[in-house]
């Protein structure tokens, strides 16, 4: 069955350091995409980050990029240059191809990320 | 260009009572989602929408309804209404290139 899992409940990180946020999927099918989501605690969604399963290179945007590894079915964020508002949870989901015309993701249960000044 | 919009932000309700969560998306997105998400919890679908009169259930549907009369709009109703319905309800849609979905604000009901 199609899952995600977030092992880390919650991260601590130092400002201006690097973090790594832990996702890993479970899927049959070749076709896939997997996206990272940031909620702040004002609550709202942010999408962050996409990468496909058929992407040669791994995802980058600004300070983010997915550490993607296939064989591993492992889709890391990454975090560069921590800054405090980068503290909030963040959410891996992935979308399947066969998943039909409804576009469905299936989400990860979050990590709480936590930048210390 | 406001993308999804969400009303109330808050309300709270009493056991048995009744509300529609109202969603609006001005991006001209196919898809549209409700998703709820309890506390410390991440989120769940209630249903969605594939196109103007089209839905279909998602996870956890049970106590919830929905409508899809134009591509913009997307509301949720709530029939009466539980204190298991206490969550926060967020709305998305998606149509762009990956689907990644956007999503609306959110909306805090209590049921008490």
């Known amino acids: 069955a199609q899952k995600i899992t977030q092992t880390q409940p919650g991260m601590f990180v130092q400002e201006k350091e690097a973090v790594t946020l832990d996702c890993t999927y479970d899927?049959?099918?070749?076709?896939?995409?997997l996206f990272w989501y940031k909620q702040p605690s004002s609550g709202e969604m942010i999408f962050l980050i996409y990468?496909?399963?058929?992407d040669e290179q791994n995802a980058t945007e600004g300070r983010y990029s997915l550490n993607f590894q296939k064989a591993r079915k492992s889709a890391n964020l990454v975090i560069s240059a921590s800054q405090l508002g980068d503290s909030a949870m963040y959410f891996c989901?992935?979308?399947?191809?066969?998943?039909?015309?409804?576009?469905?993701?299936?989400w990860g249960l979050g990590t709480s990320l936590a930048v210390n000044p | 260009n406001a993308g999804v919009t969400q009303t109330p932000k808050f309300r709270i309700l009493k056991i048995g009572q009744s509300m529609t969560l109202q969603c609006t998306q001005d991006?001209?997105?196919?898809?549209m989602y409700w998703y709820r998400q309890d506390p410390g919890m991440g989120l769940k679908l209630i249903y969605y929408?594939?196109?103007?009169?089209?839905?279909d259930k998602g996870e956890v549907p049970n106590g919830y309804n929905v409508s899809r009369s134009t591509t913009e709009d997307f509301p949720l109703r709530l029939e009466l209404a539980a204190p298991s319905q206490t969550s926060v309800y967020f709305c998305?849609?998606?149509?762009?290139?990956?689907?990644?979905?956007?999503f609306g604000p959110g909306t805090r009901l209590t049921v008490t």
């Open positions: 989901a992935m979308r399947e191809a066969n998943a039909g015309n409804n576009r469905k993701l299936i």
């Open positions: 991006m001209n997105h196919n898809y």
């Open positions: 929408s594939v196109g103007a009169g089209i839905t």
């Open positions: 990468q496909g399963s058929y």
């Open positions: 899927t049959s099918d070749q076709s896939y995409g």
């Open positions: 998305a849609s998606s149509y762009l290139k990956h689907y990644e979905q956007y």
